[in-house]
């Protein structure tokens, strides 16, 4: 099982890949600034998709981290 400090480390990572430097540290402040639900953010994000498109983004997904060796 992955540790509470391996999770924050590697999410800290991925987001700077993608986010870059400056951009971790105001998404950082922003989540400890506000009231955030990730579940109910993560339930709504895909409300409008079929079960066939949730699906299909998953699978491509799964299979660019594969590539990448993610």
């Known amino acids: ?3 509470d ?16 430097d400056i951009e971790v540290e105001r998404f950082v402040a922003l989540i400890q600034r506000e009231p955030f639900d990730y579940t109910n953010w ?8 079929s079960l066939k498109e949730i699906s299909g983004k998953a699978m491509a997904l799964r299979n660019k981290n594969t590539e990448q060796g993610v």
Do not use: P, S, Y
């Open 5 to 20: 400090t391996e999770i924050r480390v590697k999410g800290l990572h991925i987001l700077a890949q993608h986010l870059g």
């Open 1 to 3: 099982m992955i540790t």
């Open 42 to 49: 993560r339930q709504d994000l895909d409300a409008e998709l």
